[in-house]
């Protein structure tokens, strides 16, 4: 397995956690929130979706993708489906384009879209950075999820 790969893997296999964190939720769970000030299940998933478009296939592939990053903050849903067809099709959609990139592409330098970016200011990275960022951003934000999921199912079930 060659380094892009191991990459792609990581991304889909981050991606893939977002199906068993939000599948079984009711409404009332997937959109609870530990504190007002904190994110729902719904909202974490929704961020990493967001982030990982934007940063893989936006910056990383050229294509275009339109994200609403200050959206992806007040997101909420009736059940956890879509969240998890979306997870599937964006995996789908990372793999095949991180597999067409060219073997040599991990030393280029991208320039992200402010809103691919997030908060702050862009920078030029090169795509080997780019991915790393995407990987270690949403490894935080995976493990958030679980517990997020695990509090709202306990809250749930104190009659909270």
């Not at 964006?90 to 997030?118: C, D, Y």
């Amino acid at each position: 397995m060659d380094e892009l790969e191991l990459y792609t893997r990581q991304i889909g296999s981050l991606i893939a956690r977002v199906v068993p964190a939000v599948e079984g939720l009711d409404a009332t769970q997937l959109n609870w929130r530990p504190a007002p000030e904190m994110n729902s299940t719904y909202i974490i998933a929704a961020h990493m979706l967001g982030n990982i478009e934007a940063w893989t296939l936006g910056t990383v592939c050229g294509r275009d993708v339109d994200r609403d990053r200050v959206a992806e903050f007040s997101a909420s849903g009736a059940d956890g489906a879509e969240l998890a067809a979306a997870a599937g099709d964006l995996k789908a959609r990372v793999e095949a384009a991180l597999g067409a990139l060219a073997p040599g592409v991990l030393g280029e330098i991208r320039e992200p879209l402010p809103l691919h970016w997030g908060t702050g200011t862009p920078r030029p990275l090169s795509v080997r950075q780019l991915l790393l960022s995407a990987i270690v951003h949403n490894a935080s934000h995976a493990g958030h999820l679980e517990v997020t999921r695990e509090l709202a199912v306990a809250n749930a079930a104190h009659g909270g």
